[in-house]
């Protein structure tokens, strides 16, 4: 085995794992911002949400404080819940140092994905952009939607 190359696919299952749940915090403490919650009820309010539901709930509640335009805040989101697809390929994928064979619930067919470690480098990066995205998103509502 290559050991070069497993090095590499370990480290960026781990860079991309990294920056997904930084994302996932960052998302998870606006919501708790948003509702003015204390610090010791903030997991049981936040914990029971996937991400998926999590950036459901964080969307109505920046569209019911009229924070962002609509169409913006469903764009942004949009691409949040794709990179959750690839998180749930990384984590539910059967790895080999050539890619993750995944098989999605809906289509019971199974694809490849991360055929090289900058495959997950470049959904590391993704994440990273969307907490930038999301900061400028946020700024841009302090000035009005």
């Not at 996932?24 to 309010?45: C, N, P, Q, S, T």
């Not at 055929?115 to 993704?126: F, G, I, R, S, V």
């Amino acid at each position: 085995m290559d050991s070069e190359l497993e090095a590499e696919v370990y480290k960026a299952i781990g860079r991309f794992i990294f920056w997904f749940s930084k994302l996932e915090g960052y998302l998870k403490a606006h919501i708790v911002g948003l509702l003015d919650l204390e610090r010791d009820i903030f997991d049981a309010v936040v914990s029971p949400y996937d991400f998926s539901t999590m950036c459901k709930v964080l969307e109505k509640l920046m569209l019911a404080k009229k924070l962002a335009e609509p169409n913006a805040l469903s764009k942004y989101f949009s691409k949040c819940r794709s990179i959750n697809d690839q998180r749930v390929r990384v984590a539910h994928g059967d790895w080999t140092l050539t890619g993750a064979r995944h098989v999605a619930r809906g289509k019971l067919e199974a694809e490849i994905y991360f055929a090289t470690p900058e495959d997950l480098n470049k959904h590391a990066a993704t994440c990273q952009e969307l907490i930038r995205e999301f900061i400028r998103l946020v700024n841009r509502s302090d000035k009005g939607p």
